[in-house]
Nanobody
Framework: QVHLVETGGGLVQAGDSLRLSCAAS????????MGWFRQAPGKERVFVAS????????SYADSVKGRFTISRDNAKNTVFLQMNSLKPEDTAVYYC????????????WGQGTQVTVSL
C-alpha cells in the first residue's frame, strides 16, 4: 500500500507562484511514474504533469506548459510541482498520483491540496 501526502497549496494572486510537494511512503513499492492531476469545481479531474522515474521523462498538459515544472527527489520518493505565473483558471484541488509499473494505471492517490488563484 502506497501512501501519498501532498503539501503546499494555498491562496495566491494571479501571477504568483506556488510549489506543491508529494511524498510517497509505504512498504515495498516501486515507482514507475508520479504525476499531478487537478480537479476544478464542477469539472472532471484532469492530467497536469508526470515524471517517469527511470529516465526522467516528463509530460505536461498544454494548459500548463511553460508555467509549471515537475521535478523529483529520488532519495525521498518525492515529486514537486513548481507553478509559476498562476492564473485564476488554475484554481483546483491538486492531486498527486503514482503508477508502480508500466502496465498499471495510477493506482495510488493523495488526499489533494487546494490551490486558489484570485485576480
Amino acid at each position: 500500500q502506497v501512501h501519498l501526502v501532498e503539501t503546499g497549496g494555498g491562496l495566491v494572486q494571479a501571477g504568483d507562484s506556488l510549489r506543491l510537494s508529494c511524498a510517497a511512503s509505504g512498504r515495498s513499492f516501486s515507482t514507475y511514474i508520479m504525476g499531478w492531476f487537478r480537479q476544478a469545481p464542477g469539472k472532471e479531474r484532469v492530467f497536469v504533469a508526470s515524471i517517469r522515474w527511470s529516465d526522467n521523462s516528463i509530460s505536461y498538459a498544454d494548459s500548463v506548459k511553460g508555467r509549471f515544472t515537475i521535478s523529483r527527489d529520488n532519495a525521498k520518493n518525492t515529486v514537486f510541482l513548481q507553478m509559476n505565473s498562476l492564473k485564476p483558471e488554475d484554481t483546483a484541488v491538486y492531486y498527486c498520483a503514482l503508477r508502480t509499473t508500466a502496465w498499471a494505471n495510477f493506482g495510488s492517490w493523495g488526499q489533494g491540496t487546494q490551490v486558489t488563484v484570485s485576480l
